[in-house]
């Protein structure tokens, strides 16, 4: 008798068994594939194409592999529950983010390539010692398991970012102005300085940026306090949250900050898409999956903005997309900004110096920025 119920056991297991295969099977062949993961914010890899090549050195087999753990049916549903049975089990590091403290999320500090570093350091030293008529200026904007340290989960251990960036200053042409802003930020690290879900620090830490960065910059102090907060969204979910599965029913604010009292009328021309708008902001972006791209509308390769300003400066700001949240203080006080990015930049500085009456030159990166970029070094040139 139990061997009889042990048996139509088994057949019922397995038949459920069979037909959760079944279905699984079917919904991978018949449901198309996703271009786009909304909760990861990123492109999906796509089934490759299959060439006798690429079979018999192993490269199909490696990109089908990507493909189908991209694809397969339910996947957001299974990482959900990995994610959920992590934090039970205690684990608190996912897809390289890290679950701090009060539910912070941290983009893992990342340590430089040391060739690629000197070759980027020389490289902006020619640049710099062949255009003695400019002035030149750098900040390097800690991220913010730097600076948040009292919300790093215990035992958690994180490069030594600090160091990193007294390295680039050590090493830096004495030409260019060190912009130091750890000091400053980590005075508020009390505050809502860094996003929660995101890795991008807030306009509230580029406003305290700001603070520290007018003087060396020329710039008054005495306009530091002549900028209000306005909240543009109360729904933002960061990239790091979507990355991990962590935190992703938290939803955040984004400020924009205007000048008060000020003329603050500007001419964005995005150069290699030949368009033009009348606002450093792009409010369509705040019904994406990213709302950081409010600011500019995200990153692209040249961005010429024309201001209101009554100086006669022209700055060349070479960044990553920490800097965009950073150019409304900076529009009020330069005619003229043109915002580079050497990830999309194909051509050099020195073309667009060719081109543009340039007098300063900001590179302003996030330290993982700066420490991960290979392509800083190529839009230099030889200066």
């Not at 030949?274 to 040249?302: A, H, I, M, P, W």
Request: charged fraction near 20%; hydrophobic fraction near 40%; glycine fraction near 8%.
């Amino acid at each position: 008798m139990k061997k009889r119920r042990k048996r139509i056991i088994d057949g019922i297991v397995g038949i459920l068994l069979s037909m959760v295969v079944l279905i699984v099977f079917l919904w991978n062949v018949l449901v198309p594939d996703r271009e786009i993961s909304t909760k990861e914010s990123r492109v999906l890899a796509q089934r490759p194409k299959l060439t006798l090549n690429s079979l018999i050195s192993g490269e199909f087999m490696d990109k089908y592999e990507v493909y189908l753990s991209d694809q397969f049916a339910g996947r957001d549903l299974w990482r959900n529950l990995k994610v959920a049975l992590g934090r039970i089990g205690g684990v608190r590091q996912e897809n390289g983010v890290v679950l701090g403290d009060g539910g912070q999320l941290f983009d893992m500090l990342e340590s430089p390539n040391q060739d690629t570093l000197s070759e980027t350091l020389s490289a902006l030293g020619t640049f710099v010692d062949g255009h003695s008529d400019m002035n030149f200026y750098m900040m390097l904007v800690p991220d913010a398991a730097c600076v948040l340290t009292g919300k790093r989960p215990y035992l958690a251990t994180f490069p030594d970012q600090n160091h990193m960036i007294t390295q680039v200053k050590r090493e830096l042409s004495e030409s260019v102005t060190w912009i130091d802003v750890t000091e400053v930020l980590s005075g508020h690290a009390e505050e809502k300085i860094y996003y929660q879900t995101d890795a991008h620090w807030t306009s509230l830490g580029a406003y305290y940026a700001f603070g520290a960065a007018a003087e060396p910059l020329g710039i008054s102090k005495d306009f530091v306090n002549e900028y209000a907060a306005y909240p543009v969204s109360t729904s933002f979910n960061g990239i790091l949250s979507s990355k991990s599965g962590y935190c992703l029913d938290i939803q955040e604010q984004i400020d924009i900050y205007v000048p008060k009292g000020r003329d603050n009328d500007v001419v964005v021309n995005y150069v290699d898409e030949q368009r033009k708008t009348t606002s450093l902001y792009d409010s369509s972006c705040l019904e994406g999956s990213n709302q950081y791209e409010v600011f500019l509308g995200g990153d692209t390769s040249v961005v010429d903005i024309r201001t209101a300003s009554e100086s006669s400066r022209r700055l060349l700001l070479v960044k990553d997309s920490f800097a965009n949240c950073f150019i409304p203080f900076l529009a009020p006080h330069f005619r003229e900004i043109v915002v580079v990015d050497p990830h999309y930049y194909s051509g050099t500085l020195q073309e667009l110096l060719g081109t543009y009456r340039i007098s300063d030159v900001l590179f302003l990166y996030s330290g993982n920025g700066f420490f991960q970029d290979n392509s800083l070094s190529g839009v230099l040139g030889n200066g």
